[in-house]
């Protein structure tokens, strides 16, 4: 495959008047943000409305013109940031480019091996630590294969994109394609994050977390497994326990995973290590009363837990139990997060201690089911796809890594996970978890 870039521009907000506005302030979630840019990547089959020559279409125009408004109504998303304080020069824009790949989309993404491929498409590397503190908080790539599809590739810079956050921005440049401009509700709330979890002057630099997530030294892989409906519910029932009675699919998937990284790490290391599972948890909806889905920031808390393997067998169940008290753990009162500041950094810097020195392991899990769905119609239909792409396997920063997304099946999850190649291949020759796990996903490719 071979992508060339035909043009790279910077996308300015649709007002002119955007500098008359204050900084808009991070909130201390935001600042403990991760400094790194997480992708994305919409796959649509060639639009019906438009011709082979897509370039002189209005496709493009349309495209360009609508990320304007957006940018407009989420303004800090065309910012730069300043000191981890606060975003402003709102007329910065976002760098866009777009970009001619060889072949065909429908064999592009039926090699489902090669998902570092995919970060060919993107408009910078994903999941390395950033440096540069002005660097934009958002970047868009648009892909033209030469079947006429199309991969709308988009990067966002952790600092103030969440998952949610990102939801909401896609759906309102979705809609401002559409012509659609009142179609979502208006992000009031941008000053929610802030406010309720008011910055920090001096934030501690241990507490950006470098060295915890960024210091692992390992090459990676990334695969996409996917678990159907059965597998799932069979994995329900083995998670129920009596303090569990009744656990979501999420949990008992993530438990499920977590347990065969362990038992990957084992493999490698061939020691009984303590294995700490960060997971990210939505606070909108713990907020008393809820924050709705377009309030933007990192509104998020981070579940870490720890399991100490004590003998061969790991119990799903128990995995589960423990992963349930770590979420449900995690603080949703400003006050009660800004109070337990010092005891979280604490424990962090403990985790970091333990997983530098090569005394335990670290998994990082995010769950997009109930946020990013990659369902967005920009006025073509909704897209065939929605991944993410690999871990590039020259990054040896980032620590182990999963996501949960929706996968196309009918109530299936596609699990993408990134382990050092060793830990990668235990779990690819892995009998029991390949009972459960598809590592290749079904694609309707007459519909892509």
């Not at 390395?128 to 990067?155: H, K, S």
């Not at 128990?318 to 979420?327: K, N, S």
Request: aromatic share 10%; proline share 6%.
């Amino acid at each position: 495959m071979e992508v060339e870039i035909t043009s790279k521009q910077m996308v300015k907000p649709s007002s002119s008047e955007l500098h008359l506005l204050e900084p808009f302030k991070l909130s201390f979630l935001d600042q403990l943000g991760t400094s790194m840019y997480t992708p994305g990547i919409l796959f649509y089959a060639k639009p019906s409305d438009c011709d082979s020559n897509i370039e002189g279409s209005q496709f493009l125009d349309r495209l360009k013109q609508s990320l304007s408004k957006a940018l407009t109504q989420f303004y800090p998303a065309a910012g730069r940031l300043k000191n981890n304080l606060f975003i402003t020069d709102f007329n910065e824009g976002v760098p866009y480019a777009e970009a001619r790949v060889t072949g065909r989309l429908s064999d592009f993404i039926q090699q489902t091996d090669n998902l570092e491929a995919m970060n060919l498409l993107l408009p910078c590397p994903p999941f390395r630590y950033i440096q540069d503190p002005t660097t934009p908080q958002l970047a868009v790539q648009v892909n033209i294969f030469d079947c006429g599809g199309i991969a709308l590739a988009f990067c966002c810079f952790h600092k103030i994109f969440d998952a949610t956050t990102a939801y909401a921005f896609l759906n309102s440049w979705a809609a401002f394609s559409r012509g659609s401009n009142g179609a979502i509700p208006n992000p009031g709330l941008l000053g929610a994050s802030s406010r309720l979890f008011p910055p920090m002057d001096l934030m501690p630099e241990n507490a950006a977390m470098k060295r915890l997530f960024f210091n692992d030294g390992r090459r990676k892989m990334t695969r996409s497994f996917v678990f159907d409906a059965n597998a799932i519910k069979t994995l329900v029932l083995k998670a129920k326990s009596k303090s569990l009675e009744h656990p979501s699919r999420a949990l008992a998937l993530s438990a499920f995973l977590w347990k065969h990284a362990i038992q990957a790490s084992r493999s490698v290391s061939a020691t009984l290590k303590p294995a700490f599972l960060c997971y990210a948890v939505n606070l909108r909806p713990k907020m008393k009363p809820q924050l709705p889905s377009y309030s933007i920031g990192n509104m998020f808390g981070m579940a870490i837990n720890m399991y100490n393997p004590v003998g061969k067998d790991i119990e799903l169940s128990e995995l589960a139990y423990l992963l349930r008290e770590a979420t449900e753990g995690v603080p949703s009162d400003p006050q009660v997060v800004l109070q337990g500041f010092k005891t979280l950094t604490e424990q962090l810097s403990h985790v970091e201690e333990m997983v530098s020195k090569g005394d335990a392991e670290l998994l990082c899990l995010s769950s997009l089911l109930n946020t990013l769905d990659g369902n967005e119609d920009f006025g073509w239909g909704k897209p065939s796809l929605f991944s993410i792409p690999g871990i590039d396997t020259q990054n040896r920063e980032i620590s182990n890594l999963m996501y949960l997304k929706n996968a196309r099946q009918h109530k299936a999850i596609e699990a993408r996970v990134s382990l050092s190649e060793k830990e990668m291949g235990f779990l690819e020759r892995d009998a029991h978890f390949l009972a459960f796990a598809s590592p290749h996903p079904y694609f309707h490719k007459t519909k892509i």
